[in-house]
T-cell receptor, first 111, second 120 residues
Framework: DAKTTQPNSMESNEEEPVHLPCNHS???????IHWYRQLPSQGPEYVIH???SNVNNRMASLAIAEDRKSSTLILHRATLRDAAVYYC????????????FGTGTRLTIIP | DAGVIQSPRHEVTEMGQEVTLRCKPISGHDYLFWYRQTMMRGLELLIYFNNNVPIDDSGMPEDRFSAKMPNASFSTLKIQPSEPRDSAVYFC??????????????????FGPGTRLTVT
């Protein structure tokens, strides 16, 4: 599986936008970019995914570089509830259903 | 929908005992996954099923671990005999099978709240 690289931790002030980076220089043409997050003492939850174009949903936006070797998860207005570990995962769209979690980025929100 | 249901939420057992973790996936989902999370190894996939059939069990650590899915609404993960190094949080997740023929299969996975297992 192609690997992703994320910063171990980030901090952001409450009510400000947060940009969480992810590098995936060995991404293949059929890999989707998925983001999950894990709130304290909970199971991971899906955030967003995309292939080539930028994506928006009610939780976040996903900006994908033109060469697809990096992406950024954008939380437009962070709240204390957004404090979590965020995982960037590559998933082959035509392969099996496996999600391979890395170490993720631990996001701390400062009130 | 109640989401993915796991039981028990907490389990404390002694080394050598048999442990059975249970999972009820979201109704209509075709895929079921078992994960384990520890501080040392992070979140790792143990096994997953499609339509009740095990597809990939390469993550199962050893023969002491076994998983079954007798029907679409129930799965178990059994550890026999249990060891202290099995202490972890075990998550079950389910996923629908989406997409057209030849297109992307499956989409987001829905995780349960987890079972925290402590083996003393």
């Amino acid at each position: 599986d192609a690997k992703t690289t994320q910063p171990n931790s980030m901090e952001s002030n409450e009510e400000e936008p947060v940009h969480l980076p992810c590098n995936h220089s060995t991404i293949s043409g059929t890999d989707y970019i998925h983001w999950y997050r894990q709130l304290p003492s909970q199971g991971p939850e899906y955030v967003i995914h995309g292939l080539t174009s930028n994506v928006n949903n009610r939780m976040a936006s996903l900006a994908i570089a033109e060469d697809r070797k990096s992406s950024t998860l954008i939380l437009h207005r962070a709240t204390l509830r957004d404090a979590a570990v965020y995982y960037c995962i590559l998933r082959d769209s035509f392969g099996n259903e496996k999600l391979t979690f890395g170490t993720g980025t631990r996001l701390t929100i400062i009130p | 929908d109640a989401g993915v249901i796991q039981s028990p939420r907490h389990e404390v057992t002694e080394m050598g005992q048999e442990v059975t973790l249970r999972c009820k996936p979201i109704s209509g989902h075709d895929y079921l996954f078992w994960y384990r999370q520890t501080m040392m190894r992070g979140l790792e996939l143990l096994i997953y099923f499609n339509n009740n059939v095990p597809i990939d069990d390469s993550g199962m650590p050893e023969d002491r671990f076994s998983a079954k899915m007798p029907n679409a609404s129930f799965s178990t993960l059994k550890i026999q005999p249990s060891e202290p190094r099995d202490s972890a949080v075990y998550f079950c997740a389910s996923s629908p099978s989406l997409g057209l023929a030849g297109g992307p299969r499956g989409d987001e996975q829905y995780f349960g709240p987890g079972t925290r297992l402590t083996v003393t």
